[in-house]
């Protein structure tokens, strides 16, 4: 599975738009991006994915570059709750079994 | 509830112990997996079973961590003769596995926290 590069922390105010980059340089024409969040004393959470088109839900936004290299998830308005770390992995979809790869992803704060 | 149970929560143990960590996964989820995650670090793959089936064992450390799954559903992770670096949060997730085909997410428990003393 190719690697991701993330910031190791990152502050946002809250009700701001929080927007946390993530590098996937070698990341291969089958594989997707995926964001999962883990707040203190929980499991992961999942997020969003996707593989080449920007994604949206209820959550979040994913802005993937049009070369694949990078992405950006971004959480519109930044609430207290939203203070978590944040991972990004690049897997195939088609994976046995969805195994996932995390790497020690982004420390958001959001402050007040 | 309907999500991923763990037990027990936390775990102390003393050096040499065995212990036995218990998932219940979601109902109907083909999937199960276990990960382990260290003070400060992300989760690191432990296991893999698709139904009762162990298809993914790459991740386990070493001989003295033993996993099953006997009827497809709820899993065990026993950690034999622990050592001070077994310690760390076990977590457990599940997934439908047509949901894994579509979606990618996994949904995992709130871990079961070991201390080895």
């Known amino acids: 599975d190719a690697k991701t590069t993330q910031p190791t922390s990152m502050d946002c105010a809250e009700g701001r738009a929080a927007n946390l980059p993530c590098n996937h340089s070698t990341i291969s024409g089958n594989e997707y991006v995926y964001w999962y969040r883990q707040i203190h004393s929980q499991g992961p959470q999942y997020i969003i994915h996707?593989?080449?088109n920007n994604e949206t839900n209820e959550m979040a936004s994913l802005i993937i570059t049009e070369d694949r290299k990078s992405s950006t998830l971004i959480l519109p308005h930044a609430t207290l709750r939203d203070t978590a770390v944040y991972y990004c992995i690049v897997r195939p979809l088609y994976n046995q079994g969805g195994k996932l790869i995390f790497g020690q992803g982004t420390e958001l704060s959001v402050k007040p | 509830g309907a999500g991923v149970s763990q037990s027990p929560r936390y775990k102390v143990a003393k050096r040499g112990q065995d212990v036995a960590l218990r998932c219940d996964p979601i109902?109907?989820?083909?999937?199960l997996f276990w990960y382990q995650q260290a003070l400060g670090q992300g989760p690191e793959f432990l296991t893999y079973f698709q139904n009762e089936a162990q298809l993914d064992k790459s991740g386990l450390p070493s001989d003295r961590f033993f996993a099953e799954r006997p009827e497809g559903s709820v899993s065990t992770l026993k950690i034999q003769r622990t050592q001070q670096e077994d310690s760390a949060v076990y977590l457990c997730?599940?997934?439908?596995?047509?949901?894994?085909?579509?979606?990618?997410?996994?949904?995992f428990g709130e871990g079961s926290r070991l201390t080895v003393l």
């Open positions: 997730a599940s997934s439908d596995h047509k949901g894994v085909l579509n979606t990618g997410e996994l949904f």
């Open positions: 109902s109907g989820h083909v999937s």
């Open positions: 996707g593989l080449k």
